[in-house]
């Protein structure tokens, strides 16, 4: 058995539309960094070849990605095992964070390893491309420059931050925001070292407009954290937001009480992570 295995969210810290394909796909540009807000995750080996999820908190979908995730592996390996696996949610999902991604990469990673099957990260990476664009950056282990619809890679090294994390009531669906009219999809191409150059305050999120149109909750949250932390963006097609909250032992400010925030909103003060927790899980 494998118990307490994270699977930790990511931010957008910029993200450029830099044009779209003949298949309708959308072309970006955008870092991903890795931080300290995390599901956990349980697996036990089953010996019947039955693949089962447990909802320890939230109640996730029927057929979520660590079950597609599994049986991938599974079938593509041709694994008999079957494992019990039980999902500790604590990443808000309509949000941005990439959850159900990095939930699906941990299942790889871990059964990976369970089952014996011991195959190098290159094979993984792979299976992860046909779950969903955001899979392979988990599986990749580290922070990463991306491009393409989400399939092109780059790791680079950032330094440690905090980050202020606001998670509105409202969950914002991806397909709503990449078909909105006011969507600006020909944002000029960036490079890594202007990037580097100015990391927390490079670039903006193109999707957060039609966000904003979409909701009112995005605009107020990115207002209370402009407010506190003297600057906001928004991660992903939404609706959480985030604030650069310092560099050092702690952050400048605290995040919100959570009593001050609306009913139904989520607050975290997180760490960003150099690496994955499950980096060296995969060759």
């Known amino acids: ?34 931080i300290d807000w995390c599901d956990t995750l349980h697996f036990e080996r089953r010996d019947d070849g039955l693949l089962r999820r447990h909802d320890l908190t939230a109640a996730l979908p029927e ?20 494992a019990d696996i039980s999902i500790d949610k604590q990443v808000p ?10 939930d699906a990469a941990s299942t790889l990673l871990a059964l990976n390893r ?44 950032l330094a440690p931050r905090w980050w202020a994390v606001l998670k509105p009531a409202v969950a914002v669906p991806t397909a709503a925001i990449f078909g909105s ?35 009112d909750e995005v605009a107020e949250a990115l207002t209370l954290l402009q407010t506190r932390f003297g600057n906001g963006r928004m991660t992903g097609s939404g609706s959480a937001v985030f604030a650069e909250a310092g ?11 959570a009593g001050a925030l609306p009913p139904g909103w989520m607050g975290r003060m997180c760490r960003g992570l150099e690496r994955h927790p499950l980096a060296d899980w995969a060759g």
């Open 1 to 34: 058995m494998l118990h307490d295995v994270p699977a930790p969210a990511k931010l957008n810290l910029f993200l450029h539309v830099v044009g779209r394909r003949d298949d309708g796909y959308h072309l970006l540009q955008s870092v991903f960094a890795l």
């Open 63 to 82: 057929d979520d990605l660590s079950l597609r995730a599994a049986r991938l592996l599974q079938r593509e390996s041709g694994c008999r095992l079957g």
């Open 93 to 102: 999902w309509g949000a941005g964070l990439g959850g159900g991604s990095s």
């Open 114 to 157: 369970l089952w014996a099957i011991d195959w190098p990260r290159e094979r993984l990476l792979a299976l992860a491309a046909r779950l969903g664009a955001d899979v392979p950056f988990f599986v990749g282990g580290r922070n990463a420059w991306v491009e393409g619809i989400g399939d092109r890679l780059t790791p680079i090294d």
């Open 181 to 215: 009219p006011t969507l600006v999809r020909n944002t000029a191409a960036a490079t890594i070292s202007s990037f580097l150059a100015d990391p927390p305050g490079f670039g903006h999120n193109d999707l957060q407009g039609p966000a904003m149109a979409y909701s």
């Open 247 to 257: 560099t050092g032992d702690a952050p400048r400010f605290g995040m919100t009480e």
